[in-house]
């Protein structure tokens, strides 16, 4: 190493920003600040300082905090000596007020706070007495010109702990939304967005958002169609805004899925039989369910949509009307998933993704599917259409009340088992 840095040291200013710029900011911050004087200078250039993302993002979509050790170097040492620097934070909220603490950001304007929970909602926007009454926070933020709010919220929280937050930031002009929010009243649509958040905001010009509302069916008379929800967004400029609206009658659910396109998440979860399409480059991880069944021609399109596809999670005990119509179709074809998930699920999709004359798959394949379903499509692991497919898996999950016999060990040659409870 000693050898390394001697080489690192000789090289001119320009060769080492090069090489910084390959790198990830925090990365770069946290190896390098410090050793010397020459380093810091560079270190202090906009380009490592104006935007940090003090958080993780796993390769399974999930954001985590920085690790401790990380996290105390940059609290207590790096953070104060570049604060006039940063303009944007990325933090995740069980390390917000750590890093918000350690110094002044004067001159921040914009936001990324991920991971919000509810009790974490609750604690940073609104104030509790000891008498138990909540009172809202009406401190405004008139600096703040870029925020970014991205958390999963329980009914009611969207009125009371969201709609008050971004009033307060009056001088908005760039804001990012993406909501998961299970809401017993209404849908929130374009007029939702306008009446309580955009008709505040006045210099807002820019507004991406995702938002999935969910609301219970109890006897309502008519029900708001896709359509309808389409229409509240007509006046909206900009990106365009895609919405899908679906009912489950056996889990007494409504929900409506609305979203700026292009898309900007890396996951897109609850696709149904009424998904909208497009081209989803940046997604790797999607989820499905219906009540109604998945066709062979969904698959064809889900795949078409999203070329990167590395997660898949399926749900539907719906078995296929038209499983034996599909001989004009292409292969449905997968080639970067590696993980498939097929729980509470009708043995016709485990036959679909399995059977090789259907679908193919990619190597190294992770599989979780239930043990009865598997054991009926590929005839007690005989079949020989199965063969090529469930030789790609190289891990499967399935219930640890079923025992594995010589069979089924010959039918996964190369799969490591894990069962779960």
């Given at each position: 190493m000693e050898h390394s840095w001697v080489q690192l040291f000789d090289l001119p200013d320009e060769m080492l920003m090069i090489i910084f710029k390959k790198l990830e900011n925090i990365d770069v911050l946290y190896s390098l600040w410090g050793i010397n004087t020459r380093f810091d200078k560079i270190l202090h250039d906009s380009i490592f300082t104006s935007s940090l993302t003090l958080l993780k993002c796993l390769s399974n979509c999930f954001i985590c905090p920085l690790p401790d050790t990380i996290l105390d170097r940059f609290c207590l040492q790096i953070l104060s000596q570049i604060c006039l620097k940063i303009k944007w934070l990325d933090i995740e909220s069980s390390s917000m007020e750590r890093i918000l603490l350690a110094?002044?950001?004067?001159?921040?304007?914009?936001?990324?706070?991920?991971?919000?929970?509810?009790?974490?909602?609750?604690?940073?926007?609104?104030?509790?007495?000891p008498l138990g009454r909540i009172k809202k926070n009406q401190e405004e933020l008139p600096n703040l010109r870029s925020f970014s709010l991205r958390c999963q919220l329980e009914q009611n929280y969207y009125d009371e702990l969201i709609i008050p937050l971004l009033r307060r930031m009056s001088n908005l002009e760039s804001l990012s939304l993406y909501l998961a929010h299970d809401h017993i009243h209404r849908f929130i649509d374009g007029n939702d967005l306008k009446k309580n958040i955009i008709n505040h905001i006045p210099r807002l010009n820019k507004f991406l958002f995702n938002i999935r509302s969910i609301i219970s069916l109890n006897d309502q008379m008519s029900l708001?169609?896709?359509?309808?929800?389409?229409?509240?967004?007509?006046?909206?400029?900009?990106?365009?805004?895609?919405?899908?609206?679906d009912y489950f009658p056996k889990m007494k659910r409504g929900q409506c899925h609305a979203y700026s396109y292009p898309?900007?998440?890396?996951?897109?979860?609850?696709?149904?039989?009424?998904?909208?399409?497009?081209?989803?480059?940046?997604?790797?991880?999607?989820?499905?369910?219906?009540?109604?069944?998945?066709?062979?021609?969904?698959?064809i399109e889900i795949a078409q949509a999203?070329?990167?596809?590395?997660?898949?999670?399926?749900?539907?005990?719906?078995?296929?009307?038209?499983?034996?119509?599909?001989?004009?179709y292409p292969l449905i074809k997968y080639p970067h998933l590696n993980d498939l998930e097929l729980i509470d699920i009708h043995k016709d999709y485990v036959e679909l993704f399995l059977d090789n004359t259907k679908t193919l798959l990619s190597d190294n394949l992770c599989l979780s599917v239930e043990y009865r379903p598997l054991r009926k499509v590929t005839n007690n692991f005989k079949k020989d259409t199965m063969r090529f497919n469930c030789a790609k898996v190289i891990q499967l999950m399935i219930p640890a009340k079923f025992k594995i016999s010589q069979r089924f060990k010959a039918y996964f040659p190369h799969v490591k088992i894990s069962q779960f409870y």
């Amino acid at each position: 190493m000693e050898h390394s840095w001697v080489q690192l040291f000789d090289l001119p200013d320009e060769m080492l920003m090069i090489i910084f710029k390959k790198l990830e900011n925090i990365d770069v911050l946290y190896s390098l600040w410090g050793i010397n004087t020459r380093f810091d200078k560079i270190l202090h250039d906009s380009i490592f300082t104006s935007s940090l993302t003090l958080l993780k993002c796993l390769s399974n979509c999930f954001i985590c905090p920085l690790p401790d050790t990380i996290l105390d170097r940059f609290c207590l040492q790096i953070l104060s000596q570049i604060c006039l620097k940063i303009k944007w934070l990325d933090i995740e909220s069980s390390s917000m007020e750590r890093i918000l603490l350690a110094t002044e950001y004067s001159n921040l304007c914009g936001l990324g706070i991920y991971n919000i929970t509810e009790d974490v909602a609750i604690r940073l926007f609104i104030d509790k007495t000891p008498l138990g009454r909540i009172k809202k926070n009406q401190e405004e933020l008139p600096n703040l010109r870029s925020f970014s709010l991205r958390c999963q919220l329980e009914q009611n929280y969207y009125d009371e702990l969201i709609i008050p937050l971004l009033r307060r930031m009056s001088n908005l002009e760039s804001l990012s939304l993406y909501l998961a929010h299970d809401h017993i009243h209404r849908f929130i649509d374009g007029n939702d967005l306008k009446k309580n958040i955009i008709n505040h905001i006045p210099r807002l010009n820019k507004f991406l958002f995702n938002i999935r509302s969910i609301i219970s069916l109890n006897d309502q008379m008519s029900l708001l169609s896709n359509n309808d929800i389409q229409r509240t967004f007509s006046n909206f400029t900009g990106n365009q805004i895609i919405s899908c609206v679906d009912y489950f009658p056996k889990m007494k659910r409504g929900q409506c899925h609305a979203y700026s396109y292009p898309y900007t998440l890396n996951y897109y979860h609850n696709i149904t039989n009424n998904f909208p399409g497009g081209l989803f480059k940046r997604v790797g991880e999607i989820s499905l369910y219906d009540e109604h069944p998945f066709e062979y021609e969904f698959f064809i399109e889900i795949a078409q949509a999203f070329p990167c596809l590395r997660k898949l999670s399926l749900s539907n005990r719906k078995g296929q009307k038209l499983k034996n119509n599909n001989m004009n179709y292409p292969l449905i074809k997968y080639p970067h998933l590696n993980d498939l998930e097929l729980i509470d699920i009708h043995k016709d999709y485990v036959e679909l993704f399995l059977d090789n004359t259907k679908t193919l798959l990619s190597d190294n394949l992770c599989l979780s599917v239930e043990y009865r379903p598997l054991r009926k499509v590929t005839n007690n692991f005989k079949k020989d259409t199965m063969r090529f497919n469930c030789a790609k898996v190289i891990q499967l999950m399935i219930p640890a009340k079923f025992k594995i016999s010589q069979r089924f060990k010959a039918y996964f040659p190369h799969v490591k088992i894990s069962q779960f409870y």
